[in-house]
Structure formats: C-alpha cells, structure tokens
C-alpha cells in the first residue's frame, strides 16, 4: 500500500510533467509553423524567414527534452526485457540496480545541464547570432525535462 504523501508526490510530479508536455506540444506547434513559413517564403516568395532556424533549434530542445519527461510518465520509453537471459532473482537485482543507477544518473546529468545552461546566463547573457534571443531558457529544459522524467514514476 502506498503512502498518500507518495500519491500527492506523485499527482504533483505529474501535474508539472503535464505543464511541460503542454509546453513542449507548443513549442513543436512553432517549431512546424517556423519551418512552413520558411519553406513558403523562401521557394514561394524569394524572402526566408530571418533567424528562421535560430527559432527551429531552440524549441527542438525544448520540445524533446519536455516530451522525454512525458515518455516517462507514460512508461512508453524503450526497454529491454532481460527475463530471457536471467532467472526472476536475479531479475528483481536488476531491475532495483537499474533503476537506482538511472536515478544517479538522472542528478548527475541534470546537475550538470543545470551548470551548462546557467553558463549560458553568467557572466553575459549569451544570445543567438541573429535575432539575439536568449539561450538560456531553452537550455533550462535540459536538466528539468530529465530530472522530472525520471523522477517521475518513483
């Protein structure tokens, strides 16, 4: 039986998961809209879109570090069944090495994006070439799409 401070723990994971993976869905909206307007005002009209992959690459990060967060939520990640090679023992040590190692993995790694992206904002706010957007907020979906995605099902 699970404790309810784990349930609202994890209804509240979720709930930030689910903000994200609506930003995420946004960001892909605008990342396709920014490519077809691209793609129309460069071979239709003779006139690209400016800073029109400037745009494309910083929701692509946004989009695909918020969606792996929802690809965790929904279990839908890819995995490998060691049942064929391993007996169930064997098979639940596994299981609780992986999962452990993930979650190290998961601080570790979202620790260091963490570093990266406020690397971006100190001592300068660094910014795009053309459109001089800032860097910084799509580099913050790094560390927080990972650390919520693998938080996320405990």
Same mark, same amino acid.
């Given at each position: 039986?699970?404790?309810?401070?784990?349930?609202?723990?994890?209804?509240?994971?979720?709930?930030?998961?689910?903000?994200?993976?609506?930003?995420? &869905?946004?960001?892909?909206?605008?990342?396709?809209?920014?490519?077809? &307007?691209?793609?129309?005002?460069? %071979?239709?009209?003779?006139?690209?879109?400016?800073?029109?992959?400037?745009?494309?690459?910083?929701?692509?990060?946004?989009?695909?570090?918020?969606?792996?967060?929802?690809?965790?939520?929904?279990?839908?990640?890819?995995?490998?069944?060691?049942?064929?090679?391993?007996?169930?023992?064997?098979?639940?040590? %596994?299981?609780?090495?992986?999962?452990?190692?993930?979650?190290? %993995? &998961?601080?570790?790694?979202?620790?260091?994006?963490?570093?990266? &992206?406020?690397?971006?904002? +100190?001592?300068?706010?660094?910014?795009?070439?053309?459109?001089?957007?800032?860097?910084?907020?799509?580099?913050?979906? +790094?560390? +927080?799409?990972?650390?919520?995605?693998?938080?996320?099902?405990?």
């Amino acid at each position: 039986m699970q404790s309810s401070l784990l349930i609202s723990i994890r209804k509240g994971l979720h709930s930030v998961i689910m903000v994200f993976t609506w930003i995420g &869905a946004a960001a892909l909206i605008i990342l396709v809209l920014t490519t077809f &307007a691209n793609v129309v005002g460069r %071979y239709l009209l003779r006139m690209p879109l400016t800073g029109a992959v400037e745009i494309s690459q910083l929701f692509l990060v946004v989009t695909v570090f918020f969606g792996v967060a929802y690809t965790e939520v929904r279990k839908q990640h890819v995995t490998f069944d060691e049942s064929l090679f391993t007996s169930r023992d064997v098979q639940g040590r %596994y299981d609780r090495h992986h999962v452990f190692s993930g979650w190290v %993995y &998961a601080l570790v790694m979202s620790w260091q994006e963490t570093l990266l &992206a406020i690397s971006y904002m +100190l001592p300068s706010l660094r910014v795009t070439d053309v459109l001089k957007i800032p860097i910084a907020p799509a580099m913050l979906s +790094l560390p +927080l799409g990972r650390f919520f995605g693998e938080w996320s099902f405990c």
